[in-house]
C-alpha cells in the first residue's frame, strides 16, 4: 500500500514536537514531513510531491493563507488544510478561497486521521492528474451573475432579511457548495452538520455573508468562452432535483435529517458537470457527442473522455471540501446507485430517482444531462412499485 504524504507547516517546535507524537501511530500509513515557515514549506514542495498541506495560520513572515495560495499556485493537486487556534476573521476570509478545510487546535488524532484520510482518498476517484489539477485549484464553483447581483443588494439594503439571503443562496449550485463548506469546517466557529441552507445561513451571519461577497474569488468563479449557456440549464436542473428530492424522501417518511441531506445532495448533484461545463466546454460538447454517437448514457460519455463522469468531480471536490458522506454518496453515485456502499432508503436514492424523472418530465432535453432511473436498483430495495408515484410528485412539481 502506498503511504500518504503530508507536510505539517506551524512556526512553533513545541507544536511540531506535539504533532509528531500525535501522529506517531500514523507512520505507517503516512509519510509525515515538518516545516517551521511557509517559506521552508514551499522549498520541501518544489521538492517532492505531498498529498496534503497543514497549516497553522499565524506565522510570521508569510502566514497561512498567504502559504495556501502559493501552494494552490504552484501544487493545484495538493489537498490545502488550516490548523489553527485564534486568527482574526480578515485572516480567514482571506484563507477562506484556497483553503479546503479548517481545523481548529487543539486537534484529537481521531479526527486529524479521519479529515486527511477521507479528502486523500476522494482524491482516487479522478484517476487522469489533469482532473485532480483542475478540480484541486477551484476556491469556488462558478456562480450565476444574476443571483450575485441579487444577494449583493439585498446585503447591502438597510435591513437585509436572513430569509431572503438563504433564498438567494439556495437558487445558486455555486453559493449553496460554499456556504455547506464554511459551517462544515471550522472557518466561523465550531463545524456544524447541518441540514438547510437557511440553517448554513444563520450560523454564518449576515456580516459573514457581507463580508465574503466582498472578498475577491469566494463567491464566483472563472467561466471559459461559450460555458454560460452550459451553465445556466444546469443550474435550473439542480434546484429542480433538490426541491424534488426532498418530496420523494418527505412521501417515503423519511427523517428530516433525510430529507434535508437529499434537498441538498439533489442542488450539488451535478457541482461536477458545472466544474467541467465552465471550465472544460468544448470537451464537454464533445461527451455529449460521444455518448450520442456510442447511443449510451451521457455520464458515460464523460468516463470514456475524461476517465471520470461529472458525479465523481463533484464528489471529489465537496469531499475535500468536507460536505458530509451522505451527501457526497449520492452525488458520487447518482447514476451508478447500486455500485455505492451503502444500502436502504438513502438520500442517493431520492437523488438518483429525482435526477431521472427531472429529466423524463423534460422530455430528455439535450440540454442537460440524460439519465435514466436504475430499475434494477429500486427493486433490489423493494422500492420499485413506488415509482409510479414519485413520478406523479415530478410531474406536479413540473406543472407548478
Known amino acids: 500500500m502506498t503511504r500518504r504524504r503530508v507536510l505539517f507547516v506551524d512556526d512553533e517546535p513545541r507544536v511540531l514536537r506535539g504533532l509528531r507524537r500525535l501522529l506517531d501511530p500514523m507512520r505507517d500509513e503516512w509519510e509525515i514531513s515538518f516545516a517551521e515557515s511557509g517559506a521552508e514549506a514551499l522549498d520541501k514542495l518544489s521538492e517532492a510531491e505531498f498529498d496534503a498541506v497543514v497549516t497553522d495560520m499565524r506565522m510570521p513572515g508569510m502566514d497561512g493563507a498567504e ?58 476517484l479522478l484517476r487522469r492528474d489533469s482532473l485532480r489539477r483542475l478540480v484541486g485549484q477551484l476556491k469556488t464553483l462558478p456562480s450565476l451573475g444574476t443571483v450575485q447581483r441579487d444577494l449583493r443588494t439585498e446585503l447591502m439594503s ?50 459573514v455573508i457581507r463580508d465574503l461577497m466582498l472578498t475577491e474569488s469566494v463567491f464566483g468563479a472563472y467561466m471559459a468562452d461559450g460555458a454560460l449557456e452550459l451553465v445556466e440549464p444546469i443550474r435550473d436542473h439542480s434546484d429542480f432535483v433538490g426541491g424534488l428530492a426532498y418530496e420523494i424522501a418527505a412521501a417515503e417518511g423519511a427523517d428530516l ?30 461527451a455529449a ?72 418530465v423534460d422530455g430528455q432535453d439535450d440540454s442537460v444531462l440524460v439519465t435514466s432511473v436504475d430499475e434494477e436498483y429500486l427493486e433490489r430495495l423493494g ?6 408515484g414519485w413520478r406523479l410528485l415530478a410531474l406536479k412539481r413540473k406543472a407548478a
Open 67 to 124: 502559504l495556501l495560495h502559493e501552494v494552490l499556485r504552484r501544487h493545484p493537486h495538493t489537498v490545502r488544510i488550516v490548523l489553527s487556534g485564534q486568527s482574526d476573521q480578515e485572516t480567514r476570509l482571506r484563507a477562506a478561497g484556497p483553503t479546503h478545510q479548517f481545523l481548529t487546535k487543539p486537534c484529537d488524532e481521531e479526527t486529524l486521521r479521519r479529515t486527511l484520510t477521507r479528502a486523500c482518498d476522494l482524491r482516487d
Open 158 to 207: 438597510p435591513d437585509p432579511s436572513m430569509r431572503k439571503v438563504g433564498d438567494l443562496i439556495s437558487q445558486d449550485v455555486a453559493m449553496t457548495a460554499k456556504v455547506l463548506q464554511l459551517v462544515n469546517s471550522s472557518f466561523f466557529g465550531a463545524p456544524k452538520r447541518v441540514g438547510s441552507v437557511s440553517e448554513a445561513v444563520l450560523m454564518l451571519g449576515l456580516n
Open 257 to 286: 435529517q433525510v430529507r434535508g441531506d437529499a434537498q441538498l445532495a439533489g442542488q450539488l448533484h451535478d457541482a461536477g458537470a458545472l466544474v467541467l461545463a465552465a471550465n472544460m466546454p468544448m470537451e464537454f460538447r464533445k
Open 289 to 360: 457527442a460521444v455518448a450520442r454517437m456510442r447511443n449510451i448514457e451521457r455520464w458515460q460519455g464523460e468516463v470514456e473522455l475524461f476517465g471520470a463522469d461529472h458525479g465523481e468531480v463533484g464528489a471529489y471536490l465537496l469531499g475535500i471540501w468536507g460536505i458530509p458522506d451522505p451527501i457526497v454518496e449520492a452525488v458520487a453515485f447518482h447514476h451508478r446507485p447500486a455500485q455505492a456502499p451503502t444500502h436502504g432508503f438513502t438520500p442517493l436514492t431520492a437523488v438518483h430517482v429525482a435526477d431521472a424523472l427531472a429529466h423524463e
Open 383 to 388: 422500492l420499485l412499485d413506488r415509482l409510479d
